[in-house]
Each structure stands twice: as C-alpha cells, then as structure tokens.
C-alpha cells in the first residue's frame, strides 16, 4: 500500500535561508506526487506536481522538488525563503484502488515557519 | 484559479444534531468531488469520492449512514453528519476536479470546523 512520510513535523527557517522540507513515499507501483501549501485558515493550495518526465518540478512560488526514485523521495525546496512563505507544506502520492479509482494519499505535514 | 467553496466555515452544534456542510465550485464544473476529514496534527483523510449524479464510494470505516453526501449537481457537494457526537468534531475539506483522474488538479476548499459539545 502507498504511504507518505514527512520526515519533518516543524521546520523553523530564518527570513531568505534555503530550505528543504523531506518527503518519503512507499509505493510498488508508479506513482503522482504532489506537494500542497495550506496558509492560515485556508485551503490546500497546489504547489507543484509530478506526473512523468523531467524529475525536477518547479511550482509557483519559486519552489522546486525533485524526484529520486531510488530513494523513493520528493523532496521540497527553495533557495531563500521569505516571512509570507511561513505555512503547513502537505506531500501526498496517488493511490489506485483495486476498483480502479484514485485518491490522494497525504502526509502528516510540515509546519514551516519562517523567521525575520 | 479555479475556486472552491465551503460553507459555513465554522459550526457549533448540540450532540444529536445533525450538520449540513456545503462544498460548491464557483466557476468550474466537478465531475468528482472528494470529502476529507483532518485532525489537529494530523494529515487529511480521505472519508468519500462523490460523482455527480451517482452514490458516493465511501472509505473503509467510514460510515455511510452517518455521514451523507449527495452531490446532485457539477458545482455542489453536500456533507451531512447525521446525530452529530463530541468525537466528530473535526476540521471537514472538500475537493473538486474536472475528472477523477489526478492528472487533473484537485482545488480544495478552506475547509469547514465542526465542534459538537
């Protein structure tokens, strides 16, 4: 069965450091990965997604992850961070069920809080 | 981007009460649209997939007659805790996509709070 891991519960950054929030899957078949942001009392919003192709994503927001299959990863990054990225980061994976249907699987998430 | 809604955003209600939680797609139409549960600290759980105009596939353990979900029209979900009780209390996300395929964004709502005292 798929499952994710974030490795990473809080993520406390100061203001234009880098940063990599981690992102582990499990998964014996080939998989959709997602990253989603939820701001304050919002919902999830799409960062970026990996469907196929180049294993470099870029989203908005100047986020980027990459995708390592042999290390079954999805890891999360930006170069410098600022004050208005501080918010939850959710990784989730695709499922097929035995039906033939799609869900998301999520993460616990990553609280990443970004100081001046 | 495409914009979903949710409503109410917060709801308070006695035990034994049921909730009416309304989940609409202000300019797309949803062919799909799913129901999540999220506990404090915890990731989003997947409770049902609705498509339009048939019955929703509920997810293990979760119970279909306690929670309704209708979906009669491409732009409105609806997800009723019936007999509502303390341990229901949760944060309630709905999605909406084009089609069931994750190939196609899901757009998530902001989420409803529900606290039965």
């Known amino acids: 069965a798929q499952s994710v891991t974030q490795l990473d519960s809080q993520v406390p950054v100061f203001e234009e450091a880098p940063v990599e929030l981690r992102c582990n899957y499990s998964s014996s078949v080939s998989v959709y990965l997602f990253w989603y942001v939820q701001y304050p009392n919002q919902g999830l919003q799409l960062l970026l997604k990996y469907l196929s192709g180049s294993t470099l994503v870029k989203g908005i927001n100047g986020f980027e992850a990459e995708f390592n299959k042999s290390q079954t990863s999805f890891h999360l990054r930006k170069p410098s961070v600022h004050i208005s990225d501080t918010a939850e980061y959710f990784c989730a994976v695709n499922l097929i069920t035995q039906g033939g249907s799609e869900k998301l699987v999520f993460g616990k998430g990553t609280k990443l809080t970004v100081n001046p | 981007g495409a914009v979903v809604s949710q409503h109410p955003s917060r709801v308070i209600c006695k035990s034994g009460t049921s909730v009416k939680i309304e989940c609409r797609s202000l300019?797309?139409?949803?062919?799909?649209m799913f129901w999540y549960r999220q506990f404090p600290k915890q990731s989003l759980m997947l409770m049902a997939t609705?498509?339009?105009?048939?019955?929703?596939?509920?997810e293990q353990g979760v119970e279909k007659d306690k929670f309704l979900i209708n979906h009669a029209s491409l732009t409105l979900s609806t997800l009723t805790v019936t007999s509502a009780h303390p341990e229901d209390s949760s944060f309630y996300i709905c999605?909406?996509?084009?089609?069931?395929?994750?190939?196609?964004?899901?757009?998530f709502g902001p989420g409803t709070r529900l606290l039965v005292l």
């Open positions: 300019d797309f139409q949803a062919t799909t």
């Open positions: 609705s498509n339009e105009g048939s019955k929703a596939t509920y």
């Open positions: 999605s909406a996509s084009t089609s069931g395929s994750f190939v196609e964004t899901q757009y």
